[in-house]
């Protein structure tokens, strides 16, 4: 019998555990995953081949269901099963947001301690930062997860001098700290590649002491008639149960999460019913809310591509260029407020001057300038990695629409049909209007820009658009060619599915602990959240 039980060895369910462990070595812990320790899988150590493990044995393959506001397509969605999770494939963006982003979660669930301050702690203690330049009060020095800015690193690339006069024409400050809470501004681009090299999550919190069942697929958690957690049956019929006081953690990612939610009886009681799920808790947010950030690549051609400018170029080489992605800065916009508050007022009635997305300002665009062209295949281009084309991509960091994830099936071997209702929002449209706008302007007629680019790759049948293409003409480019960040989350929302202390409401002992919690999207890449949250989780849990 277990004292905790943690349902999905993935970036969140590996430090509850591991940190658990190391608190509390005598509890008897037991770490359920999915899918295998991927400790020998080819392409898990090196993160340049990280795109290798995209539609391998390794991915989930989510697809959405058909999108109505992206030409009706259906769009393809990474999930790791492996021990590590996400941990093992993403790109190692080590993006903390935004200060404000956490005071509004703080404020809309009364509790400081999920203010930025409140979690600060955390986010430091995960982390061993390596930036003479960072503030040392926002960072950590001694954490098990190696950081580092691209300066940091010692890897200069030929064209950083350009971009950063580049982005300097949006009139932005060049940071020295990206993530010091305040990161609108030019800052390099923070990463947790260690000496080139990918740390997956159990690599820095190890799972010695932890009984980990790999290769093992959880069908629900096992609730008795008083309401309490008791224990998990597997999808091949096997129980694990539960000491008296134990704890279940749901840590199985923002799809699955509230998939094993509902597989236990715990959601909305007329969906539950049309699989004849017993119902637990009638608890109709289960699977709602799913917020994910949305990008857009678009592709430029070098007008002198014999310099060594950008990968696949037999140039393109310098000292620790191994140590990271080929990128320079990570660039964090506000957007102007009139115009974005017409966009609110679209979607939303009675939209006042202190509605929280016009406060701050807040971070709404994230933009970068890749030196390569990577991923146009899902525009329908067919860029040689050849050195002679540069990408710029655009996220919107702060999205309105809201999605779903609702079961196919009573099985846990089926995927859930998972609908997050992209570019839903008028407000979402405009944002990424604005970022590609910038784009346009910043390439096609600033000094740097016209220095640097001879053209743009449009995708088959789509022109060229310059800074007075229409919302309709880039709204066409984008509804075609928009790509999941990867960052689904609010699926098991704090405040409506979950407490302050990420319990589950109406059950005793049962929390739950990834991206499924955050209630609002962030100007972040949610591996920095899930890290600090999954830590302070796992020092209340210990205290039970
Ligand atoms: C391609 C890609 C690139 C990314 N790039 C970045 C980046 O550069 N920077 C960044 O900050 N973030 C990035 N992310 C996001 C980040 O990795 C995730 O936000 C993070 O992994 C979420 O952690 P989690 O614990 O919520 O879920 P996950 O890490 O997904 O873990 C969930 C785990 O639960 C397991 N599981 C699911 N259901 C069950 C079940 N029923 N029984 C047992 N086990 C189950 C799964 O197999 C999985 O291992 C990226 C993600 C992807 C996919």
């Known amino acids: 019998m277990a004292d905790i039980i943690i349902v999905g060895g993935g970036l969140a369910g590996t430090v509850v555990a591991s940190r658990l462990h190391q608190r509390r070595p005598s509890l008897l812990i ?12 080819d392409h898990v150590l090196n993160p340049t081949e990280a795109s290798l493990l995209h539609f391998s044995d390794l991915d989930y393959k989510y697809f959405t269901t058909p999108q109505e506001h992206l030409d009706g397509k259906p769009k ?50 995960s982390e061993k930062h390596f930036d003479p330049e960072a503030d040392p009060v926002q960072h950590g020095s001694d954490g098990p997860v190696h950081t580092a800015s691209v300066r940091s690193t010692g890897r200069k690339y030929p064209l950083r001098d350009t971009v950063l006069k580049l982005w300097s024409r949006l009139d932005l400050k060049h940071n020295h700290d990206l ?69 279940v953690i749901i840590s199985a990612g923002a799809y699955r999460t509230p998939q094993v939610l509902m597989l236990s009886g715990i959601g909305n009681s007329s969906h539950l019913s049309e699989y004849k799920i017993p119902i637990t808790v009638d608890l109709p947010s289960v699977g709602q809310n799913l917020h994910d950030h949305l990008g857009h690549f678009r592709y430029w051609k070098l007008r002198y591509p014999e310099k060594g400018l950008a990968l696949g170029s037999p140039e393109f080489g310098g000292p620790n260029y191994n140590l990271g992605g080929p990128v320079d800065f990570l660039v964090r916009a506000p957007i102007p407020v009139e115009p974005l ?10 939209v006042s001057d202190d509605h929280p997305l016009l406060k701050g300002p807040r971070t709404h665009l994230e933009m970068l300038l890749l030196y390569g062209a990577l991923g146009a295949e899902i525009q329908g281009l067919q860029i040689p990695l050849d050195g002679a084309s ?3 991509f655009v996220m919107g960091c702060l999205p309105t629409s809201r999605g779903s994830v609702t079961l196919a099936s009573s099985n846990a071997t089926d995927a859930p049909i998972i609908d997050p209702n992209y570019y839903a929002t008028e407000m979402d449209q405009h944002v990424m209007r604005e970022g590609f706008r910038m784009h346009s302007r910043l390439m096609l007629e600033t000094p740097e820009g016209k220095e640097l680019v001879q053209s743009e790759h449009t995708p088959p049948g789509y022109p060229i658009l310059g ?4 919302d309709e003409e880039i709204d066409a480019r984008i509804r075609m060619g928009a790509t999941t960040v990867f960052h689904p989350g609010g699926t098991a929302a704090m405040g409506q599915v979950v407490d302050n202390s990420l319990k589950v409401y109406g059950i005793t002992n049962l929390r739950v602990v990834d ?3 955050i209630p609002k999207p962030l100007a972040a890449h949610y591996q920095v959240p899930v890290y600090g949250k999954s830590i302070f989780e796992s020092s209340s849990v210990s205290h039970c």
Not at 341 to 350: F, P, W, Y
Not at 467 to 470: D, K, L, M, P, R
């Open 341 to 350: 508050k017409a966009a609110i007022e679209n979607d939303e009635e009675l």
């Open 467 to 470: 800074t007075y293409a229409s």
């Open 390 to 392: 540069v990408s710029t």
């Open 76 to 125: 393809y969605n990474c999930g790791i099963k492996a021990l590590g999770g996400g941990s093992v494939i993403n790109t190692g963006g080590w993006i903390r947001g935004d200060a404000l982003d956490y005071d509004e979660w703080a404020q809309d669930v009364g509790d400081e301690r999920w203010s930025y301050n409140g979690q600060l702690p955390y986010f430091k203690r």
């Open 30 to 41: 037991v770490l359920i995953e999915a899918g295998p320790d991927p400790k020998n899988h």
């Open 179 to 247: 993530n010091d809470g305040r990161p609108q501004g030019i800052s390099d681009l923070v990463e947790n590649w260690r000496n080139g090299k990918r740390q997956v999550v159990q690599s820095t919190y190890p799972l010695g002491g932890v009984q980990v069942h790999s290769d093992s697929l959880v069908q629900r958690v096992i609730i008795d008639e008083t309401k309490t957690a008791t224990g998990v049956e597997l999808a091949n019929d096997e129980i694990i149960e539960l000491k008296r006081g134990g704890q």
């Open 515 to 517: 991206a499924s919690v």
